[in-house]
């Protein structure tokens, strides 16, 4: 995922606070966190079942979508349908957690703006 600017008749993508234009649209679950970027990322070696990526393969959809039946077979991170809703299971250890997939998306999105302090604090509007 990444946010572009438009200023001066130009648009130009941002760099994040690490530096990258490019910020992993990949959340990671444990006992007490939620690890969003690439952070998570290069953590889902060792936490693939509660690593969420590809959250928009199945955002809006019923189970029943073709596209999001193919993701549910490939996804690392378990997928299943809890009151009529697509949710991912997070297992902590601690507990097992449903997480709907606005929810992952607002992480990212909440993540990217945080990111872009220097545009997000006067020029990007609440989102």
Do not use: H
Request: one cysteine or more; charged letters at 30%.
């Amino acid at each position: 995922a990444c946010v572009a600017v438009y200023k001066d008749g130009r648009a130009g993508v941002v760099a994040n606070d690490a530096g990258d234009r490019v910020t992993p649209a990949v959340v990671a679950y444990s006992e007490n966190e939620e690890i969003v970027g690439l952070a998570a990322k290069q953590s889902r070696i060792r936490n693939i079942s509660n690593t969420v990526m590809k959250v928009k393969q199945i955002l809006g959809r019923s189970s029943n979508d073709p596209q999001a039946q193919k993701y549910i077979v490939e996804s690392k991170c378990l997928v299943i349908e809890k009151n009529g809703k697509l949710r991912y299971e997070i297992d902590t250890g601690e507990e097992t957690k449903f997480v709907n997939p606005e929810d992952v998306a607002r992480l990212i999105f909440s993540k990217m703006k945080g990111a872009y302090s220097p545009w997000s604090q006067s020029n990007l509007e609440d989102g």
